[in-house]
């Protein structure tokens, strides 16, 4: 893997839209690099695009990011344009690479592409990062341990606060607006607001 090190926003994504460090390059339509404020209190981060945004080349716009802007806009009282949403690979993984099926990616890719997130999270200096999911979970912490027990607990990457919640896809194939895990990705994103001191709803 490239040194990522020192560069900047713009080269850092110049880097990441011709890259072919992993196998993931030969199926992607675009690169879904991240998008936000690069002064970003707030961090999400989420495993990888899917077919949306393979198509569109931004992160979190399917029915997922939808119900991601909704916990950003409704919930936190945020524009998403305020925060920054990245994923731990730039490019879509697909069951046997046949382009249909979404599927996490696996720790070779993570490996590959995680020089990306490193460094983005390096020059935004989050005050608090939330990680949706298995794959940014296990990655920042550096652990095997499921986001079914980590969630709703802060933990730390490099000195920057981490909150594990689900993936909205998971909420989603859950029983979506229905789903009880809404009530465990809400009250892990009122400890967020807390921490950030932004004002909760009824408190
Ligand atoms: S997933 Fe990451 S490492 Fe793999 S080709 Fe895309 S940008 Fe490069």
């Not at 890259?19 to 981060?45: N, Q, S």
């Not at 925060?83 to 690979?89: D, G, K, M």
């Not at 020059?123 to 940014?136: A, D, M």
Request: charged content about 25%; proline content about 8%.
């Amino acid at each position: 893997m490239k040194d990522l090190e020192a560069q900047d926003w713009e080269s850092l994504k110049a880097a990441a839209l011709a890259c072919r460090e992993c196998r993931l390059c030969e199926t992607r339509r675009t690169v879904v690099f991240g998008e936000g404020d690069p002064g970003a209190r707030v961090m999400f981060i989420g495993e990888g695009p899917g077919k949306t945004e393979d198509e569109t080349g931004r992160p979190f716009v399917g029915r997922a990011g939808e119900l991601l802007t909704r916990i950003i806009e409704n919930g936190m009282g945020l524009n998403r344009s305020d925060v920054y949403i990245a994923n731990v690979v730039k490019c879509r993984p697909t069951v046997d690479q046949k382009g249909t099926r979404d599927r996490p990616p696996d720790p070779e890719e993570t490996a590959a592409c995680s020089p990306y997130l490193v460094r983005q999270i390096e020059l935004i200096q989050p005050e608090v990062i939330v990680t949706l999911g298995n794959p940014s979970t296990r990655f920042l912490l550096n652990t095997s341990v499921g986001i079914t027990r980590l969630r709703g607990n802060w933990a730390e990457y490099r000195g920057i606060p981490v909150m594990p919640t689900y993936h909205p896809s998971y909420v989603l194939r859950n029983g979506g607006e229905k789903s009880p895990l809404r009530k465990d990705v809400w009250h892990d994103i009122q400890m967020v607001m807390n921490r950030l001191g932004l004002p909760v709803p009824g408190k």
